[in-house]
């Protein structure tokens, strides 16, 4: 397929790769071009502007950082919906707000562009690898036609509901790892402070009830002191943020996501958002 790619930060770079090694043909564009370059020099087309990058594409694929940039790329004069051709299948790969991936599919609609949300999990290594989990919302023929191409990306694809239905899965899993990844943080200070051996730790709980991938991947980075992102922390502080007003919203108080929430902000106003999420043991020190 003759494929636009929006957004080649670290995860969107490996999954771009991933579909260039599956034989698509892939036009590229990234708000900071040097980013987008490697993939040029491995044979995708440079695009100098949104449009460009959304017209005469069969599909369009963007993961970007934040709702504000989801909200520019899709609803700007220059951007993606005012550009794609008819029948192109828009897919936002990016965490965002349920509601702006309603609104998206909606509006796709009504150009006659079809749109599907479907945020993904496994973190850099996942990306690299094409063993992503990824969670789809739209319409269940759009999520069809998306399938195979998804599948270049993911070791798992799966079909969650109607439009915004692939967020709040996404939502429901980072809920989940806030806990996790807090857990193994205490869990190191612990072991820290006692005097235990911190890889010998980690081996020992990875084989009982403990493991995780938090524990097994987090965990190790933790003990070595690696805090290369594979997972910014500003960018789980927004996914985080939009899950407790999801939550909110619903009349649901979610204690630990909130806890974990606090922690990751203190974290960030010290300047540390650039850092990848098994940061949080800083927290601890």
Known sequence: MKIGFIGTGVMGAAM???????????????????KALPLVEEGAELCETVAACAAGRDMVITIVGMPADVEQVYFAPDGILENADRGTLLVDMTTTEPSLSVRIHAAAVSRGLRAIDAPVSGGDVGAREGTLSIMAGGDEEDFEAAQPVLACMGSLVVYEGPAGSGQHTKMANQIAIAGAVAGVGEA???????????????????????RSFQLESNGAKMVSGDMAPGFFIK?????????????????????VLAQVLEMYRSLEARGLGELGTQAICKYYE
Do not use: P, W
């Not at 402070?193 to 709980?205: A, V």
């Open 188 to 210: 190191l200070s612990y072991a820290r402070r006692m005097g235990l051996d911190l890889e010998r730790t980690i081996q020992t709980l990875s084989a009982g009830a403990a």
């Open 16 to 34: 771009a790769r991933n579909l260039m090694r599956a034989g698509h043909t892939l036009a590229v564009y990234n708000r900071t071009k040097s």
């Open 235 to 255: 960018h789980f502080v927004k996914d985080m943020g939009i899950a407790e007003r999801e939550a909110s919203d619903a009349g649901l108080s979610l204690e």
